[in-house]
């Protein structure tokens, strides 16, 4: 059999399969299993979190040889013939590129004859928003008042795109990001599956750079897997993503504490010399900052996306500077990504960059200068009041 991705080989085949989804399996199983079944769903989200997953699933539940079930069989031949993607009867069509009103035309007139095999002609259409407005006109009268035998089920990334005469004739569901630890955890089973050993700080990169999707996530630990081979380590996975680890962003704060120029100058050309696109180190750093300014206000680890020993490493090294510190050190940040944008000269930016963050820390943040005048002694203020009552009894 020829090699399959990751992403493929490991795609759910069950509802209970499909991560972080929970809110959308439980409705849309409870629906089929009491004979619930819409002629039409919309589902949205951002890219890799299992929309068209979920719509093949739907599909196998709808023309399982025991369905309608909210748990197909997956070895009967219509739900093999449906995760094989060969299923004469789930018809998946890309909006993007049959955008035209002559290709629903040719749905609406398809649509009329019956299943070949199935129980249900299910039309599955990715990226449904690329539609025209045409198309979307010409798909109305279909969506108000469908053969018995047709289901649709539409995917978007961009939900607000969509016509409201559409999206008030289906039933919306919205997919959420996945959570960084729920990919790691899917990650982990699938290395072990997989005979691979990656420790749990290198699937927590990998799981950050998928920004919460999971089809992302497993592509980069396919090529992660064709870098490093079987033994995976952190260093191997922070050369092949171009990143810097958390330890690295911690050490150059502290040199910045220590005023320890030189130091500075020698970590970048570190930085660079290990090929690291300087574009993405900033955008990191300004990732740390906000975490290390959110785990000073609160406990709120579960959602910065760190394993626990950087949460540790976040929160000690957040000690060393104030609040407002960290907010100056943000806004700085974005302002060193702006730049970057119109330079040609990246490493000069990113210098002159941490040098005004050093010499910015050295200055006296409004909140200690607040606290040394309250802390003041009060005597001028009663010398004040004395002269007071003084040019009184003058005047008097």
Not at 72 to 83: A, H, L, N, R, S
Not at 168 to 185: D, G, L, T, W
Not at 336 to 359: H, P, S, Y
Request: glycine share 4%; net charge negative.
């Amino acid at each position: 059999m020829s090699y399959q991705v990751i992403a493929r080989k490991w795609r759910p085949q069950t509802y209970s399969d499909v991560v972080a989804q929970e809110h959308v399996s439980r409705t849309i199983a409870n629906s089929i299993s009491k004979g619930r079944i819409s002629h039409a769903y919309l589902f949205a989200g951002p890219r890799g979190v299992g929309k068209t997953t979920m719509a093949r699933i739907v599909a196998k539940s709808l023309n399982c040889i025991n369905g309608p079930t909210d748990n197909p069989c997956g070895v009967c031949e219509f739900c093999t013939e449906i995760k094989n993607g060969n299923s004469f009867d789930v018809i998946e069509i890309d909006g993007a590129s049959n955008t035209g009103v002559e290709n629903i035309r040719e749905l609406r007139e398809n649509i009329h004859s019956a299943p070949l095999k199935s129980r249900y002609k299910v039309y599955i259409i990715d990226e449904v928003h690329m539609l025209s407005k045409s198309a979307f006109n010409a798909l109305l009268k279909t969506l108000e008042e469908p053969p018995a035998h047709v289901v649709f089920i539409f995917a978007t990334t961009e939900i607000q795109q969509i016509p409201e005469t559409i999206l008030s004739r289906c039933q919306k569901f919205i997919f959420k990001r996945i959570p960084v630890a729920s990919i790691v955890a899917q990650l982990l089973k699938i290395a072990e599956k997989e005979g691979y050993a990656i420790d749990n700080k290198s699937l927590f990169h990998i799981a950050r750079a998928g920004s919460g999707s999971m089809r992302d996530a497993q592509s980069l630990l396919d090529q992660v897997i064709s870098f490093g081979g079987n033994e995976i380590t952190e260093q191997d996975v922070l050369l092949f993503l171009g990143i810097v680890s958390l330890q690295q962003y911690c050490d150059c704060i502290h040199i910045i504490l220590k005023k320890e120029t030189a130091l500075l100058i020698d970590f970048v050309e570190s930085i660079i010399s290990s090929g690291v696109d300087i574009a993405r180190f900033v955008a990191g750093f300004a990732d740390v900052v906000y975490a290390m300014r959110l785990s000073k206000l609160a406990d709120i680890s579960p959602i910065l996306g760190y394993s626990d020993e950087e949460t540790a490493l976040l929160t000690k090294t957040a000690e060393s500077l104030h609040d407002e510190q960290l907010s100056l050190f943000y806004t700085m940040l974005l302002d060193c990504q702006n730049q970057l944008r119109f330079t040609g000269n990246e490493r000069a930016v990113v210098e002159m960059f941490l040098i005004d963050i050093m010499k910015m820390l050295q200055r006296p943040t409004l909140a200690t200068i607040l606290q040394q005048l309250d802390t003041a002694s009060p005597e001028p203020v009663q010398k004040k009041k004395y002269r007071e009552s003084c040019t009184e009894e003058s005047y008097n």
